[in-house]
Structures are given as C-alpha cells and as structure tokens.
C-alpha cells in the first residue's frame, strides 16, 4: 500500500515516501487553518465570536467578510515558503 | 454627452489595446495555443487569472448583491476565495507536474479510459456553457445599458473582439490580453470604492472604512447600518436568514466548485513547473483578493448611502429637474439625487409613489410605520452608479464601463479555451483521429475556438430571451464540485482510484447533481423539500461527497490500476520526477 514497503532493487525508481510525508503534513496542517477561519471563525462560531468586535464590525462577521480571505493569501504563500524547504531538504530539483 | 464620450473613449482604447495583443501573441503550435507555451511568468498568470476568474457578475453584481444580502452574502466572498487554498495545495502543482493541455487529459490518461475522458469532456463542456451564457449576457448589458448600442448588436461586438484574440492567439492572446484587462478592471474598481470610502468614513482604504466609525458621527459604519436598516423595518445588515448549514454547505460548494472548475485549472498548465503554479496561485488569489474585499466594503457604504440620500427625498419630474430640485434644496428639503434621475431610464432603479405624497419611501417588510416600500433597485446599480453618487468625474463613468466590459470578455475567454480545446485535442486528436498532426489540429483547434464564440454569442442572446442565467450558476459550480473535483483529488492523492473508480464517481456527481438542482429550479420543488435543508447552491458539497464515497467503493471491489499508472501518479507527486507512462503518455508524451 505504501510507498515504502516496495522492494528497493537496482535500477528500481528512487524513494521520494520522506519527502511525499513532509509534503502532506504540511498541506493538512494548513488545510486546518484554512477551515479554522473561514468554516470555523467565519460560520460556525459566528455567534459567539460577535460578541468581540473588530473597530465596531462584529468579530464573527469580520472573518467571513474579511479577514478569512486576508489569512487565504497568507496560507499560499506560506505553502510556497514550506514546500521549497522541503524541496530543498530532500534534494528534490523541481 | 460628456459620460458618453468618455465611456467610447475607454471602451475603444482598451479594444484596440486587446487587439494589439491579439497579433502581437499569435500562437505558432498547440503548445502555444492550449498553454501559451508553459511559459508564462507566475506573477502575470496570477493576474491573468484574476480577470479570468472575476467575471462580469463579480465587478457588477457582487457588491450590491452582498448589499442587500448582509451577512449572506458572505458565502461568495468566503467560497470564491477559499478555493484557490483547496487549487493551489491539492490540484493546481500536481496537474502542472503531470504535464499535458487540459482537465480532460488528465482524466484520460491517469484513468486510462477513453470512457472516463468522455464524461470529463461533458463535465467540462457543460459547466463552461452554462458560465458563458451569463458573461456574453454581460457585455451586452454594457452595450446596452451605457452605450445605447442595442442588446444583440452589443454580443455581437463582443463576439467579434473576442474572436480576434482567441483565435488567432490561442491561450497566449488570452493570457496576455486578460494581463490588461486585470488592471483595467481593478483600476476601475478600486477608484470610486476609496472616494465613496472617503466619503463616508473618512477613510482611504475601503478594507478600513469598513470598520471605522462614520465620518464626524461616534459610532462605527456597520452599527449605523445596522440601526438605519432596523428603523426601516429591515432585517440587521449582520445577520442572515439562511440557517448554518445551508451557509456551511454553499460556501464549500462554492470553494470546491471553484477548484474544479476547468477555466480555472488550465490557466495553471501555462506556468513553467509545479513550483510555478503554486506560487501563481497565491499571486492569483491576492490579486482576487483586492477586489473581494473592497467588495463588502462597497455594499455596505452603498446601501448606508442609498437610503440617506434616497429616502424621505421628494421626487421631480424629469422635465424641470434643475431648477425644481435647487428649490427644493434652497428651501432645506431633499431632492431625489441626480444619478437617480440618470438611472431611472435604464430600470435599474424604479420609484412608484404607492402613498401619493410626492416622497420615496424606501422600506422594509417588517416597517414600524406601516408604509410600503416604493423604490426598487437593481444589485448592479451600486458599482454602476458609485462613481456618481461620490461624484466623480465623467471620465470614472467611462473606466467603469470599459472595467464591466474587460470583466466580462476575459472571462468569456477563458472558457472558449476550455471549450475549443475540448472539442479539438480531447474528442478529435485524443479520441477520434489519434495520428493528426500539429498544425492540423491546431487549425481544428482554430475553427474550434471560432465556432465556440459563435455558439457563446447564441447561448448568450438565447439564455437573455428565456431569462434563466441566474438559475443555471448553481449548476456550473454544483456539478465541477460534484464530477470533476473528486477524480482529479483521488487520481492525484490515491494511487488505488482506478477506472471504474472513476467512472462511478464521476457519473454519480454528474447525475445527482443535476437532478437536484433541475427539480427545485426548473422541476416545481419546493424549499421545504429540500434535503437536510440544503438549497440547490449547496448540493453540490453534499453530493461530492457521496460521489468521493461511490468512486472508493467501486475502486476497491475492481482490479487495481497496473503499475505503469502507479508509477504515474508517483512522479506526478514529486517535482521534476516526470517521465512516461502507459498508453496516455505513449500516445502524447508529457511536456
């Protein structure tokens, strides 16, 4: 099933499983955030956040008009960030 | 006349710049044509996005729909964002790695499956026409609404503008030309939300005016929107009426829908590596993300405007406007504004004096005082008409028009590119004629793309006489949530998704997914019918999932794919790891 339980013979093609491991930690680590602030902050604890308020927009509303779309743009780039370092930790040239 | 010139003006000149690009970016082979070559720059792929992306309804409609909406209309700022996190981290990198021209493609060949290429060239084909019909619907409202040029007589122009650089230029001539037309939306966008801005809170940055305190006045923009719209019998700005799991259901359709939209997604395969395309993605979406969030700041100003300067206002005839409203104002009344007077021809606004007092009574279904409600508006009036109610200069009217036009022509061709090349490299070089050569099929592609503009000009006039475009936007969406992102997911992130896997889960989001929507918008359903009390705009997230849970099903009860394919979907993972595989690859090597 996994990546690495194939048999590493000659000629046989290389094991990226480390880096592919490294990769989905951080899509799914990220992934949490995104629904953290939009899913989360912005519908489903909608309520109870609007009891803070952000310069007088309700804190709930805020998150679901702005600031999830702010912290949308920041994940991707953070994604680029994270996944040129592991590129670079696992040799990968691409 | 002055708006009028202005508007030729700006419309002209960005016509004649998309044109200049058009000859200038002709495309030489198919490479050049489905992909501009691999070789755009990230950056200038994020903007071209941005504009193929943000259509005519995003500049035009958005805001006022948000206006009138409130906290509702929250669902499209979250769903048409989100999705280029779901793109740029599950999709767009791995397709770009997989290296062919279009979604179709990868179906294909990854499924190894001329069945399952079918369905995705139907799955393809069917969200774009729905999607385009409302964006030639678009340019002829411009024509039509600014120019006083007739409704089909505007697609027309459209159509001819669009035929030029999409087909002679392929993907590069659109790439290139929506480059252009990005700024000239954004420009247009951007300049009259910070002088309404200003206006009304004192703020240059419409994200900041939204939460600062009304200009001179202790108290913040929304709480005053808020207590104006309770006054007049409104429901609050911040609140809804859709309940949370319907909120839930359409901001993820909506994001998934994004991500699986086929326009979308190739724009991604015209970047040089995997490395590319995630970067361009996050360029994409800050570039998205300008105009999504003046957006909400728009309506709101908006709609706080609307009713201080058009309620309680006493109305003028037409006649002797000038001099009656003066007189008015002289003698410490309020007159009906003059961009109310200068909308009111093209029906976007409407008043009717219900009560006989001579006053415009705009009111809510819950009024305190009992009084009907006598003006109307259309949600494009607040971005149409911002320009004058900050009163600006004639010439912002003209950049807004030329901004509507460059919205709705880039979007256009984006899907003509989906469509044309569904048709010339998926059925025919791919399916039907497997030997042609290049330049053969980049003259099919070439007639290809001018019968797609024609048909998109039909669809266009068709989908206005039988007014259904805004019933048919839950399909494009539903349905690339429900068919399409499934199988791309799994045939990138489970190597053991194989054909009949693919098949299944395809066709059951194709066919659920329409059956729902077209029995509540064409079939007589009724909301309290509704499944778990998800609305047509929703489905799609719920059926996405059944379709995931079908395909995984019919994977594991069937043979695995060979190895060949396994080791396809290996390299596709890995960066610069690509080399040939099975059939698909053998047929069209990878580039």
């Keep these: 099933m996994s990546d690495t339980e194939k048999p590493v013979a000659a000629g046989s093609r290389p094991d990226h499983s480390a880096y592919w491991r490294a990769t989905l930690t951080l899509t799914l680590s990220l992934l949490a955030v995104w629904f953290v602030v939009s899913f989360g902050a912005g519908i489903l604890l909608r309520d109870f956040l609007d009891q803070f308020s952000i310069g007088g927009a309700p804190l709930g509303f805020w998150f679901a008009q702005q600031g999830a779309i702010y912290v949308f743009v920041v994940l991707i780039f953070i994604y680029c960030i994270g996944m040129n370092r592991i590129a670079r930790k696992h040799g990968i040239k691409g | 006349m002055d708006q009028a010139f202005w508007s030729y003006l700006f419309v002209g000149l960005s016509f004649a710049l998309y044109v200049g690009i058009a000859i200038w970016a002709r495309a030489g082979s198919t490479n050049d044509f489905y992909v501009a070559g691999h070789d755009v720059h990230p950056t200038l792929n994020g903007m071209a996005t941005a504009a193929d992306w943000m259509s005519a309804a995003s500049f035009l409609s958005m805001a006022g729909l948000i206006a009138f909406l409130g906290y509702g209309g929250s669902v499209y700022l979250m769903g048409w964002t989100g999705g280029y996190v779901l793109l740029a981290m599950l999709l767009a990198p791995y397709l770009r790695e997989f290296g062919k021209f279009t979604v179709p493609d990868f179906v294909g060949d990854r499924y190894y499956s001329t069945f399952a290429r079918i369905v995705a060239v139907i799955c393809a084909l069917f969200v774009s026409f729905t999607y385009i019909a409302g964006q030639m619907k678009g340019v002829g409202v411009a024509f039509s609404g600014f120019l006083g040029i007739p409704f089909e007589w505007g697609i027309v122009i459209g159509m001819v503008v669009v035929f030029f650089y999409a087909v002679l230029g392929g993907m590069k001539g659109v790439t290139y030309t929506q480059v252009a037309q990005y700024c000239v939306m954004i420009f247009a966008y951007t300049v009259p939300a910070i002088f309404i801005s200003l206006t009304i809170t004192g703020n240059v940055f419409p994200q900041l005016g939204f939460i600062s305190d009304v200009r001179g006045e202790d108290i913040s923009m929304l709480a005053k929107l808020n207590g104006v719209l309770t006054d007049l019998g409104f429901a609050e700005y911040t609140s809804t009426n859709k309940t949370m799991i319907d909120i839930f259901c359409i901001t993820a359709a909506l994001m998934f829908g994004t991500a699986g939209l086929p326009h979308v997604i190739v724009r991604f395969f015209t970047v040089k590596s995997a490395k590319a395309a995630r970067i361009s993605a996050g360029w994409a979406l800050l570039f998205i993300a300008i105009l999504y969030t003046t957006a909400p700041a728009v309506g709101a100003f908006a709609r706080l405007n609307f009713i201080d300067t058009v309620n309680e206002a006493t109305y003028v005839s037409d006649e002797d406007y000038e001099t009656r409203s003066a007189e008015i104002e002289a003698e410490g009344g309020k007159a009906v504004p003059a961009w109310f007077k200068n909308w009111e021809p093209t029906g976007l606004v409407s008043f009717e004096d219900k009560n006989g007092d001579g006053q415009m009574q705009i ?88 019968g797609a503009v024609f048909a998109a000009g039909l669809v266009g006039l068709f989908a206005d006489k039988l007014g259904f475009v805004a019933q048919v936007v839950a399909f494009a969406f539903g349905l690339a949530a429900a068919s399409l992102f499934p199988v791309i997911f799994l045939g990138i992130f489970w190597k053991r998704m194989n054909k009949e896997g693919a098949i299944v889960a395809m066709l059951t989001g194709l066919i659920t997914t329409f059956g729902y929507i077209y029995f509540f918008k064409f079939g007589g359903g009724t909301p309290d019918q509704y499944l778990f009390g998800i609305s047509p705009e929703g489905i799609g997230f719920l059926f996405m999932w059944v379709a995931l849970i079908a395909g995984i099903v019919t994977a594991l009860m069937t043979r695995a794919p060979s190895q060949e394919i396994q080791d396809l979907v290996e390299d596709i993972r890995v960066p610069g790891s690509r080399t040939g595989h099975g059939e698909g690859d053998a047929a069209m090597p990878p580039g």
């Design chain 2, 363 to 450: 009111r809510g279904p819950n009024a305190p005082d009992g009084l009907e409600n006598e003006v109307t508006a259309n949600n494009d009036i607040f971005v149409l008409a911002n320009p004058e109610i900050a009163r600006l200069p004639g010439w912002v009217i003209g950049l807004v028009v030329a901004g509507g036009m460059a919205a709705a022509l880039s979007t256009a061709a984006g899907l003509l590119m989906v469509i044309s090349s569904a048709v010339s490299h998926d059925l025919c070089r791919r399916t039907l004629f497997k030997g042609m050569s290049d330049t053969t099929e980049l003259r099919i592609a070439r007639v290809a793309a001018a």
